[in-house]
C-alpha cells in the first residue's frame, strides 16, 4: 500500500476492525519510511452477474426481481416475508458460488420453482403457471400431478 504522505510503498499494519457489519475491513497503517499514519479499507469486490433473457436480451441481476416474484407467489399464503428473505439469498449464493458470469432466466426461475416447492406447494404452482406459461387447463394438471406423484 503506498502511502499517501511520502509515496513509499510499504507500510506495516496496525490495527484491524471489520466494518459496515462486517462487509469492509479498516485498517491504519503505519509507513515505514515517514512514520506517518493513514487508514485504509478492504472489500471484496463483486462481479455483476448477467442474466440472458428469453429474447437474448442481458441484463443484471437483481435479488429484488426474485424477492417480488417469489412475494406475489406467496399472496394469501402462511409464508413470512423473512421465509422468503432467505429463501431469495440462498438463490443468490447459489448464482454467485456457481462462478459463472451469465446464467439464462430460465434456470434463475428453475431455482425459484425449487425454493417455492420446498416452501408452500400452492405459490410453486402459482410461480410455475406464470413462469411455464400454461397454456391451457392440461399443461397445469400435469404439472399438479408431477407434483402430486412426489
Known amino acids: 500500500m503506498k502511502c499517501p504522505y511520502c509515496a513509499y510503498e ?32 478492504e472489500i471484496i469486490e463483486s462481479l455483476p452477474i448477467i442474466v440472458i433473457k428469453k429474447d437474448k436480451t442481458r441484463q443484471t441481476f437483481q435479488r429484488e426481481k426474485i424477492l417480488d ?17 432467505r429463501a431469495a ?3 443468490e449464493a447459489s448464482i454467485q458460488n456457481s462462478m459463472d458470469r451469465e446464467i439464462s432466466s430460465d434456470k434463475v426461475g428453475e431455482l425459484v420453482m425449487d425454493k417455492l416447492k420446498e416452501i408452500d406447494e400452492v405459490a410453486y404452482v402459482r410461480f410455475a403457471s406464470v413462469y411455464r406459461q400454461f397454456r391451457d387447463i392440461n ?6 400431478n408431477k407434483l402430486l406423484n412426489k
Open 69 to 85: 416474484g417469489m412475494i406475489k407467489a406467496c399472496e394469501k399464503r402462511p409464508v413470512s416475508l423473512d421465509t422468503l428473505e
Open 10 to 41: 510499504e507500510s506495516k499494519v496496525i490495527d484491524s476492525r471489520p466494518t459496515d457489519e462486517g462487509e469492509r475491513i479498516r485498517r491504519r497503517r503505519e509507513c515505514l519510511k515517514c512514520t506517518r499514519r493513514f487508514t485504509t479499507y
Open 139 to 144: 399443461t397445469f394438471m400435469d404439472e399438479l
Open 89 to 91: 439469498s440462498d438463490i
